[in-house]
């Protein structure tokens, strides 16, 4: 979604309304590329924030109060503290069509009063302090800049050394302002003959796209705002360029854009907003006014920090699981390591009891022993008795050392099945109840640590996924190994139909039917089995159907480990719930 300049000068003049003249109460920085600011005007207190993210750059009012995201004080924090807080925003200026707003901020000194009570003169009055907020909202070139009153800049959320010919954003460096767009047209002035123009000027090239021609002539349009003022005109967001065309329209509709009153608006699908614009948008079918431009770009950006913000957090709980399952292998691998060792224990004592049965054959010095076509070798510094004894003694040790490593070799390939069926799973996990689940689970079985202590552990366990087929019966899914274990050992019937991927981690499927199930119903759990388990993007997979009663769970081993008997198996088609025609979910009945 563009922040384009249109949508920064919706945000400018909100902010001449709003701010202007507030004092500065509060600046922090909400995470290390955003900041957020408190300030008091006309008797109410306004949230600003601000972010530098390449992914959702932007600047607008909020209504929560912004809190700190960085934990350790930066320079940036320091100077923000030092120049901005407690001063007043004297004014709000926009480069004309460009994505960049600069807040002039000037800070009185404080009063003081000299020894006899009595106010001091001017000379011993420090001066008034002034310096600039830049906010340069322009997509992966975003920055956030503050520059004092001889235009050096102080600090910036992204420090850009010199290299090449790239601007230079460092302390102490002058700031020179992003280059001007010199080369392209005013579109506040855009006339019916400056399209018409465009003909010319793309002759013989083979893009003939009349949004694109106009992006590229005309200077701070984006993609959304050519869209918009060729619906306006013609009915359709697209056209190709050609003679036939409406000019005059599409002028009027493009400089209506910039030069009649804001009316901001968001798009919806799903419920979700998905795009917003300083207009009534036309282009989209379900479009709703908004009160002001913050209002529609907090909403907007909600969902997709949301989005975000799940993303990040099932990222960030797979690399740690990751992790725990690299370690667990290496311990794997070492533990198989010792066990091949176990063949070799068989060779020592076989040894040993050879040269104890052919000692009357051996000689001093004798270095090997032929038995059965196989050569034993002697140590011919010692004894033949010594020889066995020290194949004897060996083969103890070494018997001593392996004890417990087939067992303990079952306990490491279990937790890394475990850990198979949870990654596979969290994959899947689309919110933010089913992320948390999850994490709670593996803190619980003690494969990661909360991060913040034991507080994080007391988040949800969330419950199984529950449908209903297309011939009304239930079917449970579990979406961790811990909702797996309780699909199928607490709310599985023993006639109830179970269903798993063969051979794969994934959920645990169960279709609750009091006798013969419905083959359509099979499909569909089927269906559903394979989509939640490491088989979800292939054409097809195979999928274990048995009664519950043949189900049992493997003694001391992790949650959802299980094994099964008087299974038959039938390929399934991954399909997602959402997919399945009739299959519908049903309220929660707990």
């Not at 922090?28 to 008091?40: N, Q």
């Not at 490491?534 to 189900?551: D, F, G």
């Amino acid at each position: 979604m563009n922040f384009d300049a249109l949508t920064l000068a919706a945000v400018a003049d909100e902010l001449r309304r709003t701010i202007v003249g507030g004092r500065i109460q509060r600046v922090l920085l909400t995470s290390p590329l955003s900041i957020g600011m408190e300030v008091y005007h006309a008797g109410k207190r306004w949230q600003l924030a601000a972010s530098a993210d390449p992914r959702n750059a932007r600047l607008h009012l909020i209504t929560a109060k912004p809190t700190r995201g960085v934990e350790r004080e930066t320079p940036l924090s320091l100077l923000l503290r030092k120049y901005v807080r407690n001063g007043i925003v004297s004014t709000i200026e926009q480069p004309p069509l460009e994505r960049v707003l600069v807040l002039s901020i000037i800070k009185h000194p404080p009063v003081r009063k000299d020894d006899g009570g009595a106010e001091p003169d001017d000379d011993d009055v420090d001066a008034e302090q002034r310096c600039e907020l830049v906010f340069e909202v322009m997509g992966q070139r975003s920055n956030i800049i503050l520059v004092d009153d001889d235009n050096l800049i102080l600090d910036a959320v992204k420090r850009i050394p010199a290299e090449g010919n790239r601007r230079t954003i460092m302390p102490r460096e002058v700031y020179v302002a992003p280059p001007r767009q010199l080369d392209r047209r005013d579109p506040r002035t855009v006339t019916a003959n400056g399209i018409a123009v465009l003909l010319q000027e793309t002759a013989g090239q083979t893009e003939r796209d009349l949004g694109k021609a106009i992006i590229g002539a005309y200077a701070g349009v984006s993609p959304q705002q050519a869209r918009e003022a060729i619906m306006r005109a013609t009915g359709q967001p697209k056209a190709e360029l050609s003679p036939t065309l409406p000019f005059e329209a599409i002028a009027a509709a493009l400089r209506g854009l910039w030069t009649e009153p804001f009316a901001p608006s968001l798009a919806y699908a799903d419920d979700q907003p998905t795009a917003f614009a300083p207009y009534l948008m036309t282009q989209y079918p379900h479009v709703q006014p908004v009160s002001s431009i913050s209002a529609a770009l907090e909403a907007f950006y909600a969902s997709s920090d949301q989005i975000t913000a799940h993303a990040q957090r099932r990222e960030a709980l797979r690399q740690r699981l990751l992790d725990v399952r690299e370690r667990l292998q290496r311990q794997h691998d070492a533990l198989s390591r010792e066990l091949e060792r176990a063949a070799a224990l068989d060779r020592l004592r076989w040894e040993g009891e050879m040269i104890f049965g052919y000692l009357h054959t051996l000689e001093p010095g004798q270095t090997t022993l032929q038995v059965e076509g196989e050569t034993i070798k002697l140590d011919p510094h010692k004894t033949p008795v010594e020889n066995a004894q020290a194949r004897f003694r060996e083969y103890d040790k070494a018997k001593g050392a392996l004890a417990g490593v087939p067992e303990r070799l079952a306990a490491a390939d279990g937790q890394l099945r475990y850990l198979d069926e949870t990654l596979t799973l969290l994959d899947l996990a689309d919110s933010y109840e089913a992320i948390a689940a999850i994490e709670r689970e593996v803190q619980e079985q003690g494969l990661v640590k909360p991060s913040g202590g034991k507080a994080q552990m007391r988040g949800p366990r969330g419950a199984p996924l529950r449908l209903q087929s297309s011939d009304g019966l239930a079917i449970l899914v579990g979406r961790s190994a811990g909702q797996n274990d309780e699909v199928t050992f607490r709310l599985a019937r023993p006639d109830d139909l179970w269903l798993h991927v063969r051979d794969m981690p994934g959920a645990h499927v169960v279709v609750q039917a009091a006798g013969d199930v419905p083959q359509r119903t099979v499909d569909e759990a089927a269906g559903l089995a394979a989509h939640f388990s490491a088989a979800r993007n292939s054409t097809s997979a195979e999928v274990i159907v048995t009664q519950r009663r043949h189900v049992r769970k493997i003694p001391g081993g992790p949650p959802g480990l299980v094994s099964f008997r008087n299974e038959h198996t039938i390929r399934a088609v991954p399909v997602a719930p959402a997919a399945l025609q009739g299959v519908t979910q049903p309220p929660d009945p707990r």
